[in-house]
Structures are given as structure tokens and as C-alpha cells.
């Protein structure tokens, strides 16, 4: 890990690299399409301008000659003096000289090279023209080529260089930022602590990954709630029955009583009961597959399983068989009918399977005093209930509704949540659509 480079600074040069490519693509395209015409025409006007001046100069009267030569001075910087023997061998210069000595050669009756004389600060460039059967040797100063191609180009890719790093190293760190904040809070995550969400920002691709993990963390945060919760429903609810036990059993050592283990009977199974639906919630429910269900028979079933004269149990059914998970669907409706029928004491409650808009539904219907809205989210977490008291008297533990839940979402059920003005709750299941 230690000799492993960083993603910024691997993003950094590979973004480099292609940004200084893409610059030198860039300036071979222009130099060859536009700046070599250019100075070749440039070049070819001056060796044009040379003989021309050349020819001028020999065709003129004697006595007009310096005239001539003065405004060559003054308006082409150009300057004519006799020709001098000089060693026409070639040497180092910048590319426009070049360009001008084949331009200068395609007039010339023989090729040639440029002679280089310091005058003063200055240097010139010399050639001599034979023209009239003599020689003249016309030149030019350095300066009169303002342009610096090279130079220009040198400093453009210094320029280019230090602004493609700092591009580059810009641009990399925008894409790497959010991914250190995702490593940070991995490193959070694996220290056993929970990190804070991560906003969803960077490019698509990088925010799905930033969404899958704040649901993550989304998750981890309430399964350590509901463990928090569920242990502490778990040691409240059995310290209950094993204070009575304590207390049965104390009464046992005095005078054994039927009735007394009757009491201790109920306790123990109550408690049997508890452990079994704590485990089976903390195992996970697992999806079932599905079989045509004779629905009318399982209400049957209900109906008389839930046999109540206080609080009875109408069935109302539109179909004679679905396709479903048969046990998953009698313990979903056995938990739903169960709670409805101890909170809505006193009043019918009615199961209900029919065609809906989006498929086959199942209801449970009761006229109860109903779940408010902002709670019902709540009433479908482990050991959670409206009443507080925790009281056996006034309702369960608290697990038959989570329980529904996720059977639900096991086996890709809808659940909704009604509650009419009138009073009540109607808990329907939507099954699939091909139910």
C-alpha cells in the first residue's frame, strides 16, 4: 500500500499527459496549417522584394542611387552596398531564414547561403544578387522579423504545461474528493462507529455509489436501533413472567397448588412464545414459494382458528383460489387478525380478499380506535406500542406487526394503511399483480 501512488495523483498525471497531448496536437495542426504558409509566403515576398530592389538599383541613373537606397533604408529596412567574398557554407538559423533561402534560391541561378555580419548591436543577414553582370549584396537587419515562433512556442508550452498540472490536479481533486470522504467514512464505518451521511454530489456514477452507501448506513442505523430496541423489549417482557415465576414458585414451597402450576404453565409458554418470535424476527424471514391457495378455505380456517362471540370475525371473498406463499399469508393474516381483534374488543372484524385496480388485495378491517398516521411507521418496528404500559393485559409485545412487515417484504407484498373518518384501521395486502 505504502508504494501504491494516490488516485490524485495518478488522475492528476494521467490528466496531464492527455491535456499536454492534446496541446501538441493542437500546435502541429496550426503550425502546418496556418503559421508555415504564412511565414513561407512572408519568406517568398522578401526574396521577391530582394530581387526586385536588386534589379532597381541597376536599371537606376548613378545619381539617383542613394536616394533609392536611403528609402529602402527607411521604408523595407532593406540595405544595398557592393557584393564581398564570403564562405557560403551553411549555418545555425532561425526557421524563417530558412523559408527565405529556398524562396531566394528559386531565383537565383545558383543556390546559395546567407553570410551573417554583427554591425553594431545587430545582426544582418547578407546575400549576394548577380544582376546588370555585376554582384550586389543586399541585407536585411534581424529585427526587421519581429515574429519569435520559437520562443513563443517555448513559452506557450511552459505556460501550457503549468496550467494543464494545475487543471489536471483541479479537476482530479473534484473527482477524488468525494471518494476520500467515502473512504473516511468506511474507516468510520469499520472502527464501529456511524459515520454521518455523504452528500450525493460528483459525477452519476460516483453519487449512486454515495446513495447505495448512505442506504447502507441508513440501514446499520436501524438495525442497531431495533437490536437496542429488541433487547430491551426482551429483557423487560421476560423480567415480567419471571417475576411471577419467582413468586409461583415461593408459593409452591408452602402449599402445592394445581392452580398455582396451572399459572406457571401459561408463564413458561408465554415466555416460549417470546423467544420463538424474537428469533424468528432476528433470523429474517425468508421469501416462500408460491402455490394456488384455496382462499376461501383458509378463511374458513380463520374464521374458525379466531372464533370470538365478543369480537367476531365476517368474511367477505370475491375469489375462489390465488396464487401465493399459503403459510407466509395465513401468518401475515393470523398477526394482523390477532391484533385487531385485541384493540377493536367488542366490535366485528372483517377479512376481505377481492380484485382490485392493481391486482388481488387482502384486508383486515376493523373498527377499533385505529393507529394514527405519524405512528404507523413506528408500530412496524420490534416491541413498539401505542399503549406504554407494556401491560399483558392491554396488548402483546409488540412484534406481530414487524412481523407482518417483513413477510411482506420477503415475499414482495404491498402493505397499506387505512384509516377511514369514521374510525378503524384496514390493513390491505397487495399481492402480485399475477396473483
Given at each position: 500500500m505504502r508504494g501504491r501512488r494516490s488516485l490524485?495523483?495518478?488522475?492528476?498525471?494521467?490528466?496531464?499527459?492527455?491535456?499536454?497531448?492534446?496541446?501538441?496536437?493542437?500546435?502541429?495542426?496550426?503550425?502546418?496549417?496556418?503559421?508555415?504558409?504564412?511565414?513561407?509566403?512572408?519568406?517568398?515576398?522578401?526574396?521577391?522584394?530582394?530581387?526586385?530592389?536588386?534589379?532597381?538599383?541597376s536599371e537606376l541613373p548613378p545619381e539617383t542611387r542613394p536616394a533609392f537606397v536611403k528609402e529602402l533604408r527607411t521604408s523595407h529596412q532593406l540595405d544595398i552596398r557592393p557584393a564581398q567574398a564570403y564562405d557560403a557554407t551553411p549555418a545555425l538559423h532561425p526557421p524563417f531564414v530558412y523559408l527565405f533561402e529556398q524562396a531566394i534560391n528559386r531565383r537565383l541561378p545558383q543556390?546559395?547561403?546567407?553570410?551573417?555580419?554583427?554591425?553594431?548591436?545587430?545582426?544582418?543577414?547578407?546575400?549576394?544578387?548577380?544582376?546588370?553582370?555585376?554582384?550586389?549584396?543586399?541585407?536585411?537587419?534581424?529585427?526587421?522579423?519581429?515574429?519569435?515562433?520559437?520562443?513563443?512556442?517555448?513559452?506557450?508550452?511552459?505556460?501550457?504545461?503549468?496550467?494543464?498540472?494545475?487543471?489536471?490536479?483541479?479537476l482530479a481533486g473534484r473527482i477524488v474528493r468525494p471518494l476520500l470522504s467515502l473512504n473516511?467514512?468506511?474507516?468510520?464505518?469499520?472502527?464501529?462507529?456511524?459515520?454521518?451521511?455523504?452528500?450525493?454530489?460528483?459525477?452519476?456514477?460516483?453519487?449512486?455509489?454515495?446513495?447505495?452507501?448512505?442506504?447502507?448506513?441508513?440501514?446499520?442505523?436501524?438495525?442497531?436501533?431495533?437490536?437496542?430496541?429488541m433487547l430491551a423489549g426482551v429483557s423487560?417482557?421476560?423480567?415480567?413472567?419471571l417475576t411471577r415465576m419467582r413468586l409461583t414458585l415461593e408459593l409452591?414451597?408452602?402449599?402445592?397448588?394445581?392452580?398455582?402450576?396451572?399459572?406457571?404453565e401459561r408463564e413458561v409458554e408465554r415466555m416460549n412464545q417470546l423467544i420463538s418470535q424474537v428469533m424468528e424476527l432476528a433470523r429474517g424471514l425468508q421469501a416462500e414459494p408460491t402455490q394456488l391457495v384455496d382462499i376461501v378455505a383458509l378463511f374458513s380456517a380463520l374464521?374458525?382458528?379466531?372464533?370470538?362471540?365478543?369480537?367476531?370475525?365476517?368474511?367477505?371473498?370475491?375469489?375462489?383460489?390465488?396464487?401465493?406463499?399459503?403459510?407466509?399469508?395465513?401468518?401475515?393474516?393470523?398477526?394482523?387478525?390477532?391484533?385487531?381483534?385485541?384493540?377493536?374488543?367488542?366490535?366485528?372484524?372483517?377479512?376481505v380478499c377481492e380484485q382490485g385496480p392493481q391486482g388481488v388485495r387482502i384486508g383486515v378491517l376493523d373498527q377499533g380506535p385505529g393507529i394514527p398516521e405519524t405512528e404507523l411507521d413506528r408500530m412496524q418496528?420490534?416491541?413498539?406500542?401505542?399503549e406504554a404500559s407494556r401491560s399483558q393485559g392491554t396488548g402483546g409485545v409488540g412484534l406481530g406487526l414487524a412481523i407482518v412487515k417483513e413477510l411482506a417484504k420477503a415475499n414482495g407484498w404491498r402493505l397499506q394503511w387505512i384509516s377511514p373518518p369514521a374510525g378503524g384501521l384496514q390493513c390491505w395486502i397487495q399481492l402480485h399483480p399475477g396473483a
Open positions: 490524485l495523483r495518478q488522475y492528476t498525471l494521467w490528466l496531464t499527459a492527455m491535456f499536454v497531448l492534446l496541446e501538441l496536437v493542437l500546435v502541429i495542426v496550426f503550425m502546418t496549417l496556418l503559421m508555415l504558409p504564412l511565414a513561407r509566403r512572408a519568406a517568398d515576398d522578401l526574396a521577391g522584394l530582394v530581387v526586385l530592389s536588386a534589379q532597381t538599383w543556390p546559395s547561403h546567407l553570410m551573417l555580419e554583427q554591425k553594431g548591436d545587430e545582426l544582418w543577414y547578407w546575400i549576394n544578387i548577380p544582376v546588370g553582370g555585376q554582384l550586389l549584396a543586399l541585407g536585411w537587419p534581424e529585427s526587421r522579423n519581429e515574429s519569435r515562433p520559437v520562443v513563443a512556442l517555448g513559452l506557450g508550452l511552459v505556460f501550457s504545461l503549468w496550467l494543464s498540472w494545475w487543471s489536471a490536479r483541479w473516511q467514512a468506511m474507516v468510520t464505518v469499520g472502527d464501529g462507529d456511524t459515520p454521518s451521511l455523504l452528500p450525493a454530489d460528483g459525477p452519476q456514477e460516483l453519487a449512486a455509489v454515495i446513495h447505495q452507501f448512505n442506504a447502507m448506513v441508513t440501514q446499520v442505523q436501524v438495525l442497531l436501533t431495533t437490536r437496542t430496541t423487560h417482557d421476560l423480567r415480567t413472567p409452591l414451597r408452602d402449599a402445592p397448588n394445581p392452580a398455582l402450576l396451572d399459572r406457571l374464521q374458525e382458528d379466531f372464533r370470538d362471540d365478543n369480537t367476531p370475525l365476517m368474511v367477505r371473498c370475491e375469489l375462489h383460489q390465488l396464487w401465493a406463499a399459503p403459510m407466509a399469508l395465513r401468518r401475515v393474516l393470523s398477526n394482523l387478525i390477532q391484533n385487531a381483534q385485541r384493540y377493536a374488543a367488542g366490535f366485528p372484524v372483517t377479512l418496528q420490534p416491541f413498539q406500542r401505542l
